[in-house]
T-cell receptor
């Protein structure tokens, strides 16, 4: 039972354009969501998060949007840069914080072309 | 600042051999500790988590076990490895209201 799904295995974007990565969840108890970025042969690094009391959170070029009614979140990267090429995982927690057990999606490979 | 160390980075083991992967955290005390596995083409699956010394919760039935002999040390073990244990193993820590921070992982190949 995949409670967090990233239905696009890969995404290819031109440098300078917007990258939009999507994530859907089924567990209505999830109330905190995170995005991680992972380079090959390295562990994931935390990127940005959002609590269910918000519908948007911004940090520089990265913005996460949350649509609770649709159980959907997305990560927008503007403008995209070649260094953003990595695997992006969304994750969810039912404890209201980033602390505690996380359920991860399968990941989306983002490739940003110069 | 806090750091997390995992070793070895890569490991090739024969089927039926034992396993011991170690993870240590520096710069914090009483962290939550986690072991994840990423199988080929899949997301990260939580295997074990620990909220304190000797306190281990298993998330999925499997051929592996975990131990926490010290506050900042987390060990993943197996008595007899199976082919299906191949994958990328990640250790992570978190504390208070911080997101989980991951080590660089161990690539385990079973032959």
């Amino acid at each position: 039972d995949q409670q967090v799904k990233q239905n696009s295995p890969s995404l290819s974007v031109q440098e300078g354009r917007i990258s939009i990565l999507n994530c859907d969840y089924t567990n209505s108890m999830f109330d905190y969501f995170l995005w991680y970025k992972k380079y090959p042969a390295e562990g994931p690094t935390f990127l940005i998060s959002i609590s269910s009391i918000k519908d948007k959170n911004e940090d520089g070029r990265f913005t996460v949007f949350l649509n609770k009614s649709a159980k959907h979140l997305s990560l927008h990267i503007v403008p995209s840069q070649p260094g953003d090429s990595a695997v992006y995982f969304c994750a969810a927690n039912a404890g209201g914080t980033s602390y505690g057990k996380l359920t991860f999606g399968q990941g989306t490979i983002l490739t940003v072309h110069p | 600042s806090q750091t997390i160390h995992q070793w070895p980075a890569t490991l090739v083991q024969p089927v039926g051999s034992p396993l011991s992967l170690e993870c240590t955290v520096e710069g914090t005390s009483n962290p939550n500790l986690y072991w994840y596995r990423q199988a080929a083409g899949r997301g990260l699956q939580l295997l074990f988590y620990s909220v304190g010394i000797g306190q281990i919760s298993s998330e999925v039935p499997q051929n592996l076990s975990a131990s926490r002999p010290q506050d900042r040390q987390f060990i993943l073990s197996s008595k007899k490895l199976l082919l299906s244990d191949s994958g990328f193993y990640l250790c992570a820590w978190s504390r208070s209201n911080q997101p989980q921070h991951f080590g660089d992982g161990t690539r385990l190949s079973i032959l």
